[in-house]
């Protein structure tokens, strides 16, 4: 029986409706850190808030000694799940949770991302309307069409309907506060190139001289704006340090606000160049590629350094006689770390991200030849060290809130010439904060050479220190710009040759996760592990699916999730929901002047995908029709479907 014939028998009880209710957390809106958003809100609307969530405390107390008949009619609303169409076919499925003016303005909306010209200029129009309409006319007329499909609105409070919406409908929330800085390109070219070359030169940077093969690693002007060719990801750059502080406080917005609306299931998404200067990036990534190339040189081997199995004795044989003469060299020696099955890293990672030791100090290796240290990097000055030291302290910031307040956190990935930074610095925090459950999540690019690789590497990381592994598995953001680049200064380019192969590299890397998951499963603890599958790709979920099976691996095992955008592949979210999987809509929120450069995004996407938004035109279609046919055209949608 569906849910919808069971619901005319339950709806009406108080107890469920408080229970259910956006505002039964009161510290989402009048605790936690009150500073961050609550500072325009007027006390006695808090007094309100207060007072809401004191007679749904009570109610929810009484809610727990109901009659047998009233606990029946709870039971009643306990349903299997659905059964799930792998061809994603099914309308009313996927729309559900629609009203039919909300199936009209998505058609629309899918509709215009078809007609290049408006995709185009977008931004242009939108600032036109802006200007010819007034704000407030301006305003509604978005909230009417792209505002309202795409955003969930302009605020913590005026979300939790929509995010109650999605729960009610098996779908769970990844807040992200999508308010970006419309800046022009000269702009941004300006700000990006002073921002990623060094401020001064410190004590012996004079003296370096970098070898050949590292130009992935330094900025090129011709692509220092990092929007170019990226319409699926957003971009931020580096204004100053008072900036990266409200990013930060805006991304601990967004987890306080998860851990309020969505009762501890969800997600927050950070990005690591919002947090500090994207020099330190650069260098530390080119830092940490040549002490792969220096790792080589001893093994014969390529790739990252944990699984060129190198022994310790390796280097230290080849280092001898210099750590005899050179205490430097001996006790850069014994800060390796390794164990039984060899070494994991070179360099004293945990001290880096703990900040307890300044990069300049760390970052060298010993010459193979003559024995003595060497700069991996330009030693960086003491206002680079600070601003290093400022960016651990801001991750390090972000993640005890996240742990406190048990959301999960995913670091999104970025551009190849970051990754290798942001991927160590993930790693290491999952070491510090994954020491319970999976709270911090790397993301792997399967658009990437190397995405199989590294997730192997990253997996063996964690199995071997004995911690939570957290993963988010993405086909990739920035293909166009990444081949252009590499292109033009002739290096390698790092993405997968054809469409075909980073499908095959996804489900490597989810086959892979799948074998791995089953192992613990059988040895240990199977939520060692948690992967999501974001993706907007059908035959990604399908394969997905059909893989868990093999694996034997249920979704009640709760380590492989689901993720698509809010507004988008509704025919995949909502099914997946309603059958029994983890599935989460990734939610955006912001005030609608401010996240114009969102919706521009968005547009330019869809018209990147026109055949899938063909299908969901399709779809809607075949749903409104049904509506009429069946009377249901003023359709109310109530869910009771449990987000697993």
Known sequence: MRISLLLNSVVSSSSVIARHSPFSNPRILCGGRPHIFLASVNPSVCREFRKTFKSANETDTT????????????????????????????????????????????????KLCAVNYLVDNNM?????????????????????????????????????????????????????????????????????IESTVPLTKGDGQSEFKPNEGYTQYHVHPEFADRRGGVASARTFFYMNEAQCERNMETFIQSIEAVSGATRGTGFAAIKVTALGRPQL????????????????????????????????????????????????????????????????????????????????????IPDLETGKMENLIPPLSDQEEEMFRNMMRRLHTIFKVATKTDVRVMVDAEQSYFQPAISRIAMEMMRIYNREKAIVFNTYQCYLKEALQNLITDFEQAERQNFFFGAKLVRGAYMEQERERAKTFGYEDPINGTYEATTNMYQDCMVESLRRIKRMKEISDPKKIAIMAATHNEDAVRFTIQNMKGFGIQPMDRVICFGQLYGMCDQVSFPLGQSGYSVYKYVPYGPVTEVLPYLSRRAQENRGFLGKIAKERRLITKELRRRILTGKLFYKPVGNYQPL
């Open 124 to 192: 242009k129009l939108m600032q036109l309307g802006q200007k010819v309409l007034g704000k407030k006319l301006f305003e509604k007329l978005m909230e009417l069409s792209f505002y309202g499909h795409f955003v969930a609105g302009p605020n913590q409070i005026a979300i939790q309907p929509q995010i109650e919406r999605l729960r009610n409908f098996g779908v769970k929330a990844i807040l992200d506060y999508s308010v970006e800085e419309d800046i022009s390109h000269e702009d941004a070219t300006k700000i990006e």
């Open 281 to 364: 990036l650069l260098q530390l990534s080119e830092a940490i590629v040549r002490v792969r190339s220096y790792v080589s040189k001893v093994t014969g081997k390529q790739g990252n350094v944990l699984e060129q199995n190198v022994k310790p004795e390796d280097l230290k044989r080849k280092l001898e006689k210099a750590a005899i003469s050179d205490p430097t060299v001996k006790s850069w020696l014994e800060n390796m770390t390794y164990d039984s099955s060899g070494l994991i890293h070179v360099l004293p990672w945990l001290g880096v991200v703990e900040a307890q030791k300044k990069l300049r100090d760390v970052l060298k």
């Open 63 to 110: 809610h727990k000694t109901l009659s047998p008949a009233a606990k029946s009619e709870e039971i009643l609303k306990e349903k299997l799940p659905d059964t799930l169409d792998l061809s994603f076919q099914d309308a009313e499925a996927a729309f559900r949770s629609k009203t039919t003016w909300e199936l009209l303005r998505a058609y629309i909306v899918f």
